[in-house]
């Protein structure tokens, strides 16, 4: 498979804030355009580490390495996974997994041409190494990552040309009002969970047919929400003196199904306490606990009301395998 890594000529102009504004809020009210995967553009500051370097195959090391055994494990993987995707024990059964089902087709803008493309190739090296389907060149954008400097500024302008964008009012309010380092916005559409033929969506596709009896009704949800785009917003202000790799191995973990970015994720090494921990607590790139985290959330059964708990028991057994 082959991924566009090549920075588009089109929309990259000198600093200015209007421009600046405008060219990305069009590029992400275009969904119907045919985009060549990425964009990058100047900005009118360039103080986010560049010290990235090229993307690197090991990716463990700058972590001190913790280790969990047991029922210590057991409980911190329970924790994890529950708290980091928004619902306890009680109630997880009542709220399915959002996924991806349809390739990533990325694009990037608001930062040099230079971190634009290095941002880029970090999220695309990090996804093909998780087996993350990505889109070939020209493909339609479906997940955007924008480098701002006034982010609530330029969500407005977003908002007040398609105010449904954000989830109608009360959505766009929260999303705008809430100043993180990363806001990420979930676009996700709910789909029956039977294919036509009557058939359950399994979690992982067969070459062959198969049977199966069909689940229990209570079993299984009738509908499941399907990621159909995401819109990430950086603040650049909030990430100076962060590596960009750090930033866009979050990014690449956090925009694969709607995660809580403020949960108290105790103290596993995860990319994903990278704004909630500081100094040697926070980590550096990607940990086998996300791996492991991406692995199961893209096995587990489609349809399961048991989505959560498949996925703390595959997270588990794989990393008390280590």
């Known amino acids: 498979m082959s991924f566009l890594v090549g920075i588009s000529p089109m929309l990259v102009q000198k600093p200015k804030v209007r421009a600046y504004r405008s060219a990305w809020i069009a590029a992400v009210l275009s969904l119907s355009s045919s985009l060549t995967g990425t964009y990058a553009q100047e900005s009118t500051r360039s103080a986010v580490s560049e010290s990235a370097g090229p993307p690197s195959a090991e990716t463990d090391t700058a972590l001190p390495q913790i280790t969990i055994t047991g029922k210590k494990l057991r409980q911190a993987v329970n924790n994890f996974v529950f708290k980091a995707m928004g619902h306890d024990f009680v109630h997880a059964e009542e709220h399915p997994v959002a ?59 977003m908002w007040s040309q398609v105010n449904q964008m954000f989830g109608g009012a009360r ?50 949800f009738s509908s499941v929400p399907n990621i159909s785009s995401v819109i990430v917003v950086v603040d650049f202000n909030r990430v100076v003196g962060l590596d960009l ?17 403020d949960a108290d994720l105790g103290d596993v090494p995860s990319i ?17 606990w996300d791996k492991a985290l991406v692995k199961e959330l893209s096995t587990i059964d489609a349809v399961s009301r048991g989505q959560r708990a498949q996925i703390a028991n595959g997270m588990y057994r794989d990393l008390a395998a280590h």
């Not at 608001?110 to 493909?139: H, M, N, T």
């Not at 009002?177 to 033929?197: E, H, M």
């Open 99 to 157: 996924r991806w089902r349809q390739p990533i087709c990325l694009l990037v803008g608001g930062l040099s041409e230079a971190k634009g493309q290095l941002l880029f190739d970090r999220l695309v090296y990090v996804w093909s190494s998780l087996s993350i389907p990505l889109s070939p060149p020209g493909c339609r954008a479906n997940f955007f990552v924008f480098v701002s400097e006034h982010p609530e500024a330029d969500l407005k302008a």
């Open 245 to 261: 790799r750090q930033v866009a191995d979050y990014i690449a973990v956090a925009g694969l199904t709607e995660l809580q970015p």
């Open 272 to 288: 994903l306490r990278l704004f909630t921990t500081s100094g040697d607590a926070r980590p550096q790139s990607l940990t086998t």
């Open 171 to 220: 959505g766009a309010k929260s999303f705008i009002d809430t100043p993180r380092p990363v806001r990420i916005w979930y676009n996700s559409k709910l789909t029956d969970a039977y294919n036509s033929d009557g058939g359950v969506y399994a979690g992982t596709p067969t070459i062959a047919p198969t049977y199966r009896p069909p689940p229990l009704p209570d079993l299984v």
